[in-house]
């Protein structure tokens, strides 16, 4: 079992930064691929980011590709994402999420452990 909290988000004028984190407990965390999704109202979840179990390959949505950064430390058990140069449409609530598979995907339904998620403003 991995329970996840994420916390970071908030209000942020276009071209600013924010960096969420994601706190994560229990034993397995270090085992699991971990990833970033983001969901506006009334649309599907979608990919941001995600990060092997040990932190040597990121891959990110071409939509932020770039602007944002995925990274973990195990030993915090903490998974982060920095996100710069934030736009309008960077507006979300944002989940990290943790995947027990043997493979990395980038596919929401791969996941099994879900965070209560943090909402992203974006004011342009």
């Known amino acids: 079992q991995v329970q996840l909290v994420e916390s970071g988000g908030g209000l942020v004028q276009a071209g600013g930064s924010l960096r969420l984190s994601c706190a994560a407990s229990g034993s397995t965390f270090s085992i699991c691929h971990m990833g970033w999704f983001r969901q506006v109202s009334g649309k599907e979840r979608e990919f941001v980011a995600a990060?092997?179990?040990?932190?040597?390959?990121?891959y990110y949505a071409d939509s932020v590709k770039g602007r944002f950064t995925i990274s973990r430390d195990n030993a915090k058990k903490t998974v982060y994402l920095q996100m710069n140069s934030l736009k309008a449409e960077d507006t979300a609530v944002y989940y990290c999420a943790a995947d027990t598979s043997w493979n990395l995907f980038l596919s929401p339904r791969e996941y099994d452990y879900w965070g209560q998620g943090t909402q992203v403003i974006v004011s342009s």
């Open positions: 990060i092997t179990r040990s932190g040597g390959s990121a």
